[in-house]
Nanobody, 118 residues
């Protein structure tokens, strides 16, 4: 089992920044890929960023590329999402997830709310 707890969400004005954190416990964190997803009201959950177990490889949705940065600290069992140049359309509930195998996301956190005002 893996437990994930997100933090760092909040209310920010357009153009501002936030850094989300996801603390993991349970299985060996450093051996798994991690990802960030978001879900806005009335929309499906979407993938926005992923990072390999080593942190060498990162992946981003086109909607956030160049504005968001995913990183991880395996010593702290934590993955981060630095969000810059935030837009009102970034408003959503943000989740982190653990991928035990390629193509699968197996454990999820409870989410942290990000609201961007115009």
């Amino acid at each position: 089992q893996v437990q994930l707890v997100e933090s760092g969400g909040g209310l920010v004005q357009a153009g501002g920044s936030l850094r989300l954190s996801c603390a993991a416990s349970g299985r060996t964190f450093r051996t798994y890929a991690m990802g960030w997803f978001r879900q806005a009201p009335g929309k499906e959950r979407e993938f926005i960023a992923g990072i390999s177990w080593s942190g060498v490889s990162t992946y981003y949705a086109d909607s956030v590329k160049g504005r968001f940065t995913i990183s991880r600290d395996n010593a702290k069992n934590t993955v981060y999402l630095q969000m810059n140049s935030l837009k009102p359309e970034d408003t959503a509930l943000y989740y982190c997830a653990v991928g035990l195998n390629p193509g699968s996301w197996d454990y999820w956190g409870q989410g942290t709310q990000v609201t961007v005002s115009s």
